[in-house]
């Protein structure tokens, strides 16, 4: 072997390490003579004076593509281990295509310069330390690079010309076969062919991807597997968004060959990983398109309409697709204060309203606003129906040409542009194939002006592709014939959902606009029509239910006027013979009056006539319980009246007094206390003109609770004591002024408190 003098005893001493590789298991199936000469690669090794024991095999790799960016285990521990200093020599079947990087190569015969390992092949031993060996390395790895790069360019010529001639065999999507002659034919099996039939009706009925998926809800949908145990078989599996994505997209279910719809692209990571990956080419860069090659499950237009469709609903594009839900003219509504879009909130009680984006960055202007959904839409939907006269529908349809055809006129200019460039380009290309190659002089200058008239060929094609993309899509004239033939009726169907509404206002207005009104009370609306017109109405806002069931004005007037002084059986007389309702439209009555004063704060007339009293107040002046005073009203011991408030008037004299304190001795249970059991028994003064707390709390009838809160929030005055009791001066002024709190609180005085009325539903 060539080199075999460099071998020295201190490389015999480290590890042989025999790297194997093959770049698909393709290779590995079918080319076993080249794995068995690699592993052979051992042989070699062991007869070179390694010990078999020293001698590894590294064959992690077999079937991986050496080429950048593509992890490989075994050449990661290859590199590893000889960093580490641990290894003798490298065997390989070429040491230059131990990677199909030149890159991989070097970085691989630096490392062994470095710790003084060998690079051995059957061509002969190389040492990387020597310079001449290290040009030799390089020089091959170079021509062993562009060896690969020539055959490569002539694979991928031969494989364009086949395409070119729609010869080229590629694997087929399901639903198609290739037949005995290798033509594309669509697949005999009649329930793929249902399958992939009702995908496309299904997107034609919904428009949308995600519908189709749930359309094919717990339907099995076939797949056609290609390489791997199951090559050819035809497998059922669940209908995903992705695959519902990939059929739509696919020009083969069109009668098309495309070839190159997908281009190889690598990037780099910041820590250096390269990554590759298939990118999609606009369907102007296809490099092979030929349309009706063979037959398809739909047309060529409408693969293009299914293209827009799908396009149309990319919101992450800006794009607004109709949805569900109630709201017409969501998606398509702006604020025309601010310029943002209008948002759609569904509320707790299914109410939609529009609402101004701009409201969650806090950048609303004064004129922006929020409203009820149903104001807006009834509005658009009944200019949309009153449009669609036959007068209207015949302008609408010459409005329609008028578009399209200035439509057309935009793009012409744009295709004849393309058409001049493509000619000279064309030209350019005849000039320099004319040029003789020796006259390098002539052809550099020819190629020059080639190069620079293919440039402005592509711009050309960008700009008539911006310009088609620019203009907004119209609907054809037999669209809209069909639409206004019984709109109303279409409209107001009970089978057309609300997602089929707002593709109906779609087909003929553009955008809706709030424009900015400073009437509360009302909303100016601006519509857009595809023939460019405009219109503009202003309309009523809803009331809010609340607001229209509340009370007339002229009856809250009357009982504000009378009610201080009038009872509520009367005020309800007095408002029914006036002819009012309530906000139901239902009569008043004593409870409709009683939520009246309740929600005006209307005061009701006093009660109590002159020598009466409330229960609270008989059960206080007896020392009992109130529930003592109902049980003597009960069983007829006391007489009491119930007055228009429904409350208990108790006329009170000495004489009901005197029978009153008889009764509350008789008693087995009350005669045992004068006053109730939670009022402390009277202590002595704590001095001259100052009571204690417990003697203040029954002198006025009251929790000694009540007192220490007056204290605390300052409306009692006391000190302290010896012992640290409260001492609280008292006079009869003072004793007054507390009974007149006692009688102002609703908690301690039950006839103080004002009665509320149940509301009326």
């Given at each position: 072997?060539?080199?075999?003098?460099?071998?020295?005893?201190?490389?015999?001493?480290?590890?042989?390490?025999?790297?194997?590789?093959?770049?698909?298991?393709?290779?590995?199936?079918?080319?076993?003579?080249?794995?068995?000469?690699?592993?052979?690669?051992?042989?070699?090794?062991?007869?070179?004076?390694?010990?078999?024991?020293?001698?590894?095999?590294?064959?992690?790799?077999?079937?991986?593509?050496?080429?950048?960016?593509?992890?490989?285990?075994?050449?990661?521990?290859?590199?590893?281990?000889?960093?580490?200093?641990?290894?003798?020599?490298?065997?390989?079947?070429?040491?230059?295509?131990?990677?199909?990087?030149?890159?991989?190569?070097?970085?691989?015969?630096?490392?062994?310069?470095?710790?003084?390992?060998?690079?051995?092949?059957?061509?002969?031993?190389?040492?990387?330390?020597?310079?001449?060996?290290?040009?030799?390395?390089?020089?091959?790895?170079?021509?062993?690079?562009?060896?690969?790069?020539?055959?490569?360019?002539?694979?991928?010529?031969?494989?364009?010309?086949?395409?070119?001639?729609?010869?080229?065999?590629?694997?087929?999507?399901?639903?198609?076969?290739?037949?005995?002659?290798?033509?594309?034919?669509?697949?005999?099996?009649?329930?793929v062919q249902a399958a992939i039939r009702d995908v496309f009706a299904a997107f034609t009925a919904c428009g949308s991807a995600y519908g189709v998926v749930a359309a094919f809800a717990g339907r099995r949908f076939p797949l056609r597997a290609y390489g791997g145990a199951w090559a050819g078989q035809l497998r059922w599996g669940t209908l995903t968004?992705?695959?519902?994505?990939?059929?739509?997209?696919?020009?083969?279910?069109?009668?098309?060959?495309?070839?190159?719809?997908?281009?190889?692209?690598?990037?780099?990571?910041?820590?250096?990983?390269?990554?590759?990956?298939?990118?999609?080419?606009?369907?102007?860069?296809?490099?092979?398109?030929?349309?009706?090659?063979?037959?398809?499950?739909?047309?060529?237009?409408?693969?293009?309409?299914?293209?827009?469709?799908?396009?149309?609903?990319?919101?992450?594009?800006?794009?607004?697709?109709?949805?569900?839900?109630?709201?017409?003219?969501?998606?398509?509504?702006?604020?025309?204060?601010?310029?943002?879009?209008?948002?759609?909130?569904?509320?707790?009680?299914?109410?939609?309203?529009?609402?101004?984006?701009?409201?969650?960055?806090?950048?609303?202007?004064?004129?922006?606003?929020?409203?009820?959904?149903?104001?807006?839409?009834?509005?658009?939907?009944?200019?949309?129906?009153?449009?669609?006269?036959?007068?209207?529908?015949?302008?609408?349809?010459?409005?329609?040409?008028?578009?399209?055809?200035?439509?057309?006129?935009?793009s012409r200019a744009a295709e004849l542009a393309v058409e001049r460039a493509r000619y000279d380009a064309d030209r350019a290309e005849r000039a320099f194939c004319a040029c003789e190659p020796e006259n390098r002089l002539v052809a550099r200058s020819l190629e020059a002006r080639w190069e620079a008239r293919l440039a402005a060929l592509a711009e050309?094609?960008?700009?008539?592709?911006?310009?088609?993309?620019?203009?907004?899509?119209?609907?054809?004239?037999?669209?809209?014939?069909?639409?206004?033939?019984?709109?109303?009726?279409?409209?107001?169907?009970?089978?057309?959902?609300?997602?089929?509404?707002?593709?109906?206002?779609?087909?003929?207005?553009?955008?809706?606009?709030?424009?900015?009104?400073?009437?509360?009370?009302?909303?100016?609306?601006?519509?857009?029509?595809?023939?460019?017109?405009?219109?503009?109405?202003?309309?009523?806002?809803?009331?809010?239910?609340?607001?229209?069931?509340?009370?007339?004005?002229?009856?809250?007037?009357?009982?504000?006027?009378?009610?201080?002084?009038?009872?509520?059986?009367?005020?309800?007389?007095?408002?029914?013979?006036?002819?009012?309702?309530?906000?139901?439209?239902?009569?008043?009555?004593?409870?409709?009056?009683?939520?009246?004063?309740?929600?005006?704060?209307?005061?009701?007339?006093?009660?109590?006539?002159?020598?009466?009293?409330?229960?609270?107040?008989?059960?206080?002046?007896?020392?009992?319980?109130?529930?003592?005073?109902?049980?003597?009203?009960?069983?007829?011991?006391?007489?009491?009246?119930?007055?228009?408030?429904?409350?208990?008037?108790?006329?009170?004299?000495?004489?009901?007094?005197?029978?009153?304190?008889?009764?509350?001795?008789?008693?087995?249970?009350?005669?045992?206390?004068?006053?109730?059991?939670?009022?402390?028994?009277?202590?002595?003064?704590?001095?001259?003109?100052?009571?204690?707390?417990?003697?203040?709390?029954?002198?006025?009838g009251c929790s000694i609770h009540v007192i220490y809160y007056w204290l605390d929030t300052g409306k009692l005055a006391a000190r302290r004591g010896p012992g640290g009791r409260l001492c609280i001066p008292w006079n009869d002024q003072i004793q007054a002024g507390c009974r007149a709190r006692i009688e102002q609180s609703g908690h301690l005085n039950?006839?103080?408190?004002?009665?509320?009325?149940?509301?009326?539903?």
């Amino acid at each position: 072997m060539n080199g075999e003098h460099k071998i020295t005893s201190s490389h015999r001493e480290r590890a042989a390490l025999i790297y194997l590789r093959q770049s698909s298991m393709a290779q590995v199936r079918e080319h076993t003579e080249s794995t068995r000469s690699q592993y052979a690669l051992a042989d070699t090794a062991a007869a070179l004076g390694w010990p078999r024991c020293d001698i590894e095999v590294i064959d992690t790799d077999l079937g991986i593509s050496g080429k950048w960016g593509v992890a490989r285990e075994g050449f990661t521990e290859l590199v590893t281990r000889v960093c580490s200093g641990e290894v003798g020599a490298i065997f390989g079947i070429e040491i230059t295509r131990l990677a199909r990087s030149n890159a991989d190569v070097a970085r691989l015969a630096e490392f062994a310069r470095i710790t003084g390992t060998l690079l051995i092949d059957p061509d002969g031993v190389y040492d990387p330390a020597d310079v001449n060996d290290r040009v030799l390395l390089g020089f091959k790895g170079t021509m062993g690079e562009m060896e690969l790069h020539v055959m490569a360019q002539r694979l991928h010529a031969n494989k364009r010309a086949a395409a070119e001639r729609g010869e080229l065999r590629t694997p087929l999507p399901v639903g198609l076969v290739h037949d005995d002659a290798g033509d594309i034919v669509i697949d005999p099996d009649a329930g793929v062919q249902a399958a992939i039939r009702d995908v496309f009706a299904a997107f034609t009925a919904c428009g949308s991807a995600y519908g189709v998926v749930a359309a094919f809800a717990g339907r099995r949908f076939p797949l056609r597997a290609y390489g791997g145990a199951w090559a050819g078989q035809l497998r059922w599996g669940t209908l995903t968004h992705a695959r519902v994505i990939g059929i739509l997209k696919n020009p083969c279910y069109a009668g098309a060959y495309v070839h190159g719809r997908y281009s190889s692209r690598r990037t780099v990571e910041p820590d250096g990983t390269v990554r590759t990956a298939l990118v999609e080419r606009p369907r102007t860069q296809w490099p092979v398109l030929i349309k009706d090659h063979h037959e398809g499950y739909i047309t060529w237009a409408d693969y293009l309409a299914n293209e827009a469709k799908l396009a149309a609903n990319r919101t992450n594009a800006g794009a607004r697709p109709p949805r569900e839900g109630s709201a017409l003219c969501q998606g398509i509504i702006a604020c025309g204060s601010c310029g943002k879009p209008m948002r759609t909130n569904y509320h707790t009680d299914q109410r939609p309203s529009y609402e101004c984006s701009s409201r969650a960055d806090r950048l609303t202007t004064p004129t922006c606003r929020s409203v009820a959904a149903a104001t807006v839409d009834d509005a658009v939907a009944a200019v949309l129906l009153d449009a669609l006269t036959p007068e209207q529908v015949a302008l609408a349809l010459a409005a329609a040409d008028e578009v399209a055809g200035r439509h057309q006129r935009v793009s012409r200019a744009a295709e004849l542009a393309v058409e001049r460039a493509r000619y000279d380009a064309d030209r350019a290309e005849r000039a320099f194939c004319a040029c003789e190659p020796e006259n390098r002089l002539v052809a550099r200058s020819l190629e020059a002006r080639w190069e620079a008239r293919l440039a402005a060929l592509a711009e050309a094609e960008q700009a008539l592709e911006a310009a088609r993309d620019s203009l907004t899509p119209l609907p054809g004239r037999a669209e809209l014939e069909k639409l206004a033939a019984d709109l109303p009726g279409l409209w107001h169907a009970p089978a057309t959902s609300s997602k089929d509404r707002k593709r109906l206002l779609r087909t003929l207005i553009a955008d809706v606009t709030m424009l900015p009104e400073p009437d509360q009370a009302k909303v100016r609306i601006g519509i857009r029509w595809h023939t460019g017109a405009t219109d503009e109405l202003s309309v009523a806002r809803a009331i809010h239910p609340g607001t229209a069931k509340r009370s007339p004005s002229p009856a809250v007037e009357m009982i504000r006027r009378l009610g201080p002084v009038t009872p509520a059986a009367e005020l309800a007389e007095r408002l029914n013979a006036a002819g009012l309702t309530t906000g139901h439209g239902h009569p008043f009555d004593v409870k409709a009056v009683q939520w009246i004063r309740h929600a005006y704060h209307i005061p009701a007339p006093a009660p109590y006539a002159p020598g009466e009293i409330s229960t609270a107040e008989a059960a206080r002046r007896l020392g009992c319980s109130t529930s003592v005073i109902y049980h003597w009203i009960h069983t007829g011991q006391l007489t009491a009246r119930r007055s228009s408030g429904d409350r208990l008037c108790i006329p009170w004299n000495d004489r009901v007094s005197a029978r009153c304190q008889e009764l509350v001795t008789q008693s087995a249970r009350l005669g045992r206390t004068a006053r109730p059991r939670t009022l402390p028994a009277p202590p002595s003064p704590a001095a001259d003109g100052e009571v204690s707390v417990t003697e203040a709390a029954y002198q006025l009838g009251c929790s000694i609770h009540v007192i220490y809160y007056w204290l605390d929030t300052g409306k009692l005055a006391a000190r302290r004591g010896p012992g640290g009791r409260l001492c609280i001066p008292w006079n009869d002024q003072i004793q007054a002024g507390c009974r007149a709190r006692i009688e102002q609180s609703g908690h301690l005085n039950p006839a103080a408190r004002k009665a509320k009325p149940r509301r009326r539903h």
